[in-house]
């Protein structure tokens, strides 16, 4: 078995569904050696097609697909679309990210929307993928 990050063991038979952000595709999507079939997803297909691209390349097993992890429906319909393929899906990692100019900048320039929206966006998107 090889190591997923973080300790977690997964065997070369397990599936991996991976909710991708732009900027932040590279670390988590390298566990392709780990597993057998990969499912890639974002708000924007083009980023993460590259990643499922490069896997493939590399002779592993990809597919990307366009998911807002905010949407319970495009969620749940990918979720089932994968499992209606696979028949299972051993783990799921959530890789939302929010755009740095919304966020970056001193505290007390923000508003409460700005400051909420973090918070707001990791709770749904990490309740709507567990």
């Known amino acids: 078995m090889a190591d997923a990050g973080g300790g977690a063991k997964v065997g070369p038979d397990r599936r991996l569904t991976i909710g991708s ?3 932040q595709a590279n670390p988590p999507a390298r566990v392709e050696d ?7 997803t974002g708000r924007h297909r083009a980023p993460v097609e590259v990643v499922a691209n ?3 390349s590399a002779g592993g097993s990809a ?5 807002d992890a905010l949407d319970e429906q495009a969620v749940d319909t990918h ?3 994968v499992i209606d393929k696979t028949g299972r899906v051993d783990i799921s990692f959530n890789a939302i990210g929010i ?4 966020i970056r900048v001193p ?24």
Do not use: C, G, M, N
């Not at 597919?63 to 998911?67: C, R």
């Open 79 to 81: 979720l089932q679309s």
């Open 99 to 102: 755009p740095s100019q919304k």
């Open 63 to 67: 597919e990307a697909a366009e998911v």
């Open 34 to 40: 780990a597993v057998e079939e990969l499912f890639l």
């Open 21 to 23: 952000r732009r900027h």
């Open 107 to 130: 505290l007390v320039e923000l508003d409460v929307e700005q400051f909420s929206l973090p918070i707001a966006t990791y709770t749904r998107s990490y309740f709507l993928t567990a």
């Open 54 to 56: 490069e896997i493939v």
